[in-house]
């Protein structure tokens, strides 16, 4: 598909097909392609719990409002942000970038000092770890749209209910679920909402 097509086909689906399942081979395939998504200093700060058996979806259903598609949904990725990237990430991420070529051994020891440092503050701690899981759920439904699935983001779940179902650490907080699966065959997609254009939101060069 060309890029302007999956861009433009990719909708928020009001229901899923429940027959449908995906593999999990598949799955971790589009997982790895979202992976490509930009994040501060390539530190990565995505990590997900995908629920793909009825039981769990049953259990995110219960703390997201009763959201219907969660349990019609071949999977539905709960998103989170590591707020402790930084020190969990550092050394695998300074291989990484030697790998690549960006730096040498000489240099490898003072970047995973300054990454480990953190943020400077717990907001810039929270904004990242808002930013990058973000930004890679964005390229997940992209992949996933390009891979021939449909896609459906959700902010609406309550966030204490996750943390507690799922048994999250304090240091990962749920950023977004992303359902996943084949579109409802019986429902029509009404059009896509008119997007408030450029022109009016553009501000440039000052406020
Ligand atoms: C951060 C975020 C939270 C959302 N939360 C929900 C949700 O809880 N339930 C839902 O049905 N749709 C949710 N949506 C989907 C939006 O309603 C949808 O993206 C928007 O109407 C635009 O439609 P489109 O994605 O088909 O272009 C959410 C989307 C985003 C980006």
């Known amino acids: 598909m060309e890029f302007l097509e999956v861009l433009s086909s990719r909708r928020?689906?009001?229901?899923?097909?429940?027959?449908?399942?995906?593999?999990?081979?598949?799955?971790l395939e589009i997982l790895n392609t979202a992976n490509l998504a930009p994040s501060s200093m390539c530190?990565?700060?995505?990590?997900?719990i995908v629920c793909d058996t009825p039981e769990a979806k049953a259990r995110l259903q219960a703390a997201s409002f009763n959201q219907k598609k969660i349990t019609e949904a071949s999977a539905v990725v709960i998103v989170l942000g590591n707020l402790k990237a930084a020190e969990q990430h550092a050394e695998i991420?300074?291989?990484?970038?030697?790998?690549?070529?960006?730096?040498?051994?000489?240099?490898?020891?003072?970047?995973?000092?300054s990454a480990k440092k953190g943020w400077p503050t717990e907001r810039?701690?929270?904004d990242e770890a808002?930013?990058?899981?973000?930004?890679?759920?964005?390229?997940?439904?992209l992949a996933a749209k390009e891979a021939g699935w449909d896609t459906a983001p959700m902010g609406g779940y309550e966030p204490d209910k996750v943390i507690a179902e799922f048994g999250l650490p304090e240091t990962h907080i749920p950023v977004l679920l992303v359902a996943i699966g084949k579109a409802n065959p019986?429902?029509?997609?009404?059009?896509?909402?008119?997007?408030?254009?450029?022109?009016?939101?553009?501000?440039?060069?000052?406020w």
């Open 43 to 48: 530190l990565q700060q995505w990590e997900y």
């Open 124 to 126: 810039v701690e929270r």
């Open 186 to 206: 019986e429902i029509t997609l009404l059009p896509r909402v008119k997007r408030i254009p450029a022109e009016t939101l553009a501000h440039f060069n000052n």
């Open 93 to 113: 991420v300074a291989d990484a970038n030697m790998e690549a070529g960006y730096f040498g051994e000489d240099r490898r020891e003072r970047w995973i000092a």
């Open 12 to 27: 928020s689906v009001p229901s899923f097909d429940p027959s449908v399942s995906i593999d999990r081979t598949v799955l």
């Open 130 to 141: 808002f930013r990058g899981p973000s930004l890679w759920a964005m390229t997940f439904m």
